[in-house]
């Protein structure tokens, strides 16, 4: 199994400024993804984070909207830049372990105003 | 592109009833199929999976069948309980996409005594 961390768990920002969304796991995890769960709706893959390296990111996300970085195999940040209230969200970290059972952190819920 | 077609919630049972929630998929290849449950203020579990056709995931009492003909994984369970009030979401992986899951919109259900 694999135990997730995020920080902050929430906040509420203003528009304009950027937040920074820290994901820990417990063990070392194959790969590790961005989720997006806008309010009333589904949840949206981001990104997957590579580590080293620039993430790959889903249609309709960019780097320079949602820059992600991943220094070693069980941490992972994601920055939400130049908010807008359409960002308001809760933002999930996932892992994928060696077993490939996949799991959630607790999430971040990001209010914009 | 993949997609999850759940039935719109939210549904509401009484205790003890038996529970259905439909769900289709369109996908290429083989996917993997899963249920997610979240429960109130809780993060994102796995609830059960199946990994190619025929298969039967359960857990809980919870089943869900891997039907390619039908392109379905309808989740069921006999008799719910309160405590299986949460949101549920059926979702996919495609072919070699471990950890990138597509998500259906989640249904909301609710268990009274």
């Known amino acids: 199994s694999a135990v997730i961390s995020q920080k902050p768990s929430r906040d509420i920002c203003q528009r304009g400024t950027s937040l920074t969304i820290q994901c820990q796991v417990d063990?070392?995890?194959?790969?590790m993804f961005w989720y997006r769960q806008q309010p009333g709706q589904s949840l949206t893959l981001i990104a997957t984070a590579n580590q080293g390296s620039e993430a790959t990111y889903e249609s309709g996300f960019v780097i320079d909207k949602f820059p992600i970085s991943r220094p070693n195999l069980t941490f992972s940040t994601l920055t939400v830049s130049n908010m807008s209230p359409e960002d308001s969200s809760i933002y999930l970290c996932?892992?994928?372990?060696?077993?490939?059972?996949?799991?959630f952190g607790p999430g971040t819920r990001l209010t914009v105003t | 592109g993949d997609s999850v077609t759940q039935m719109e919630g939210p549904v509401t049972l009484s205790e003890e009833a038996f529970l259905t929630i439909n769900c289709t998929y369109t996908?290429?290849?083989?996917?993997?199929l899963f249920w997610y449950v979240q429960y109130p203020g809780e993060g994102l579990q796995l609830l059960l999976k199946a990994t190619k056709a025929d298969d039967k995931g359960s857990n809980k009492g919870f089943e869900a069948t891997y039907r390619k003909e039908t392109t379905s994984f309808h989740l069921e369970k006999g008799s719910v309980q309160v405590s299986d009030s949460a949101v549920y979401f059926c979702a996919l992986a495609g072919g070699t996409s471990y950890g990138k899951l597509t998500f259906g919109q989640g249904t909301i259900l609710t268990v009274h005594p």
């Open positions: 063990s070392q995890v194959t790969m």
């Open positions: 996932s892992v994928l372990t060696l077993g490939y059972e996949q799991y």
């Open positions: 996908a290429t290849g083989y996917p993997s």
